[in-house]
C-alpha cells in the first residue's frame, strides 16, 4: 500500500502516544511538517528540542490551520472541547483521528460536530507504557503493536485508507472494530486492570502495623502487577468516566470472582482454589 503523505501533521497533546506518532511517521517520511499544541510550554519546548515536533503554539486555532491531519492525544474528556474549537478553521480534506481508549458514542458525537469535508477516523493504539510525556516517547512504540480503527457508516472511506496506512508504516497491525465493541473489550483487558492496580497500591499502603508501612516490602510481583498505577491520573479519570457502564460491568463482574476466591479460602477449600487458579493459568498461557 502507498503510504499517505501529510503536508502538516498536528498532534493535540505532545505525550508519550501522540509524541511517538510523530517521530514515527517523521521517520517514515509520511509527514513534512509537525506542528504540537498543548498547555504547557515547558513539554513543548522539550518536543521541540527532541525534534518530535518541528514548532508549537497554544492557539488551536492556528495550529490545525491548513492542516491535513490532526492527531487528538489529549484526555477522551477534552476531544469534544477541542473540536469545537478547531471547527471553524478546519480546511476542506482534512482528516481528524485521536488515540483515546474510549470510543462508542464519543466516535458519533465527534462525527455530528464535524464540519461537511472534514472526516473523522477514531483511532486506539494498543500500546503505551506507564511513564508519560513527550521524554518518554519513541518512533519504536508501535512495533509490533495493534491499533484498533472504529470506522462507522458515516466514515470516509479514503480516510479511513490513510490512517491505516499511517498506523502499518510506524508498525502496528490494524483491526477494524465497531465503536461500541471496542468499549466492552477494552473495559475488560484494559480499563479493569488500571482500576485493579490503583486499588491494589491503595490498600496495600493504608495497612500499617505498628508505623511499618506494608508497601516498602514489596518485591518483583507486586511491582510488576501494579506498574500500570503510574499512568497518568487525568487520562484514567476520563476513561472511567466516559466508559462507566462497561467499567461498572467489568468491576461487578471481578468482584463476583474475588469473592468466590474468597469464599473457597474461607471455608478452607483447596481443591476450589486450585480449580480457579488451574483455569487462570490456561488463559494466561495463551498470551505467550
Known amino acids: 500500500m502507498k503510504l499517505p503523505f501529510f503536508n502538516r501533521m498536528v498532534i493535540v497533546g505532545v505525550g508519550l502516544i501522540g509524541g511517538s506518532l510523530a517521530m514515527g511517521g517523521r521517520e517514515k517520511g509520511i509527514v513534512k511538517e509537525i506542528i504540537g499544541f498543548g498547555r504547557g510550554a515547558a513539554n513543548l519546548r522539550e518536543a521541540v528540542r527532541l525534534k518530535v515536533i518541528d514548532n508549537y503554539t497554544h492557539d488551536i486555532s492556528k495550529a490545525v490551520k491548513d492542516a491535513d491531519l490532526i492527531v487528538i492525544a489529549t484526555p477522551v474528556g ?7 474549537q478547531m471547527m471553524p478553521v478546519l480546511k476542506q480534506g482534512a482528516i481528524v483521528t485521536d488515540v483515546g481508549s474510549v470510543k462508542g458514542r464519543l466516535v458519533s458525537r465527534i462525527e455530528g460536530l ?3 469535508g472534514v472526516f473523522f477516523v477514531g483511532g486506539h493504539p494498543i500500546a503505551g507504557k506507564e511513564k508519560s510525556g513527550v521524554k518518554a516517547a519513541t518512533p519504536r512504540l508501535f512495533e509490533g503493536t495493534r491499533c484498533i480503527l472504529t470506522p462507522t457508516s458515516k466514515t470516509n472511506p479514503t ?12 508498525g502496528a497491525e490494524v483491526v477494524l472494530m465497531d465503536p461500541m465493541l471496542h468499549d466492552k473489550a477494552l ?13 491494589l497500591v491503595n490498600t496495600v499502603a493504608e495497612i500499617k502495623e505498628k508505623g511499618d508501612d506494608f508497601i516498602s516490602f514489596s518485591g518483583g510481583g507486586f511491582k510488576d502487577f501494579t506498574r500500570i498505577s503510574e499512568s497518568s491520573p487525568e487520562m484514567w479519570r476520563d476513561i472511567f468516566l466516559y466508559n462507566r457502564e462497561n467499567v461498572i ?9 474475588l469473592n468466590k476466591i474468597k469464599k473457597y479460602i474461607k471455608d478452607g477449600n483447596g481443591m476450589g482454589l486450585i480449580k480457579e487458579f488451574e483455569k487462570a493459568r490456561a488463559v494466561r498461557e495463551r498470551l505467550k
Open 159 to 170: 480516510a479511513l485508507k490513510e490512517i491505516s496506512a499511517l498506523w502499518k508504516a510506524v
Open 78 to 84: 477534552s476531544f469534544e472541547r477541542c473540536i469545537r
Open 187 to 199: 473495559g475488560a483487558v484494559s480499563h479493569l486492570p488500571h482500576i485493579a492496580a490503583y486499588s
Open 114 to 116: 464535524l464540519p461537511k
Open 249 to 257: 460491568a467489568m468491576i461487578n463482574h471481578y468482584q463476583k470472582n
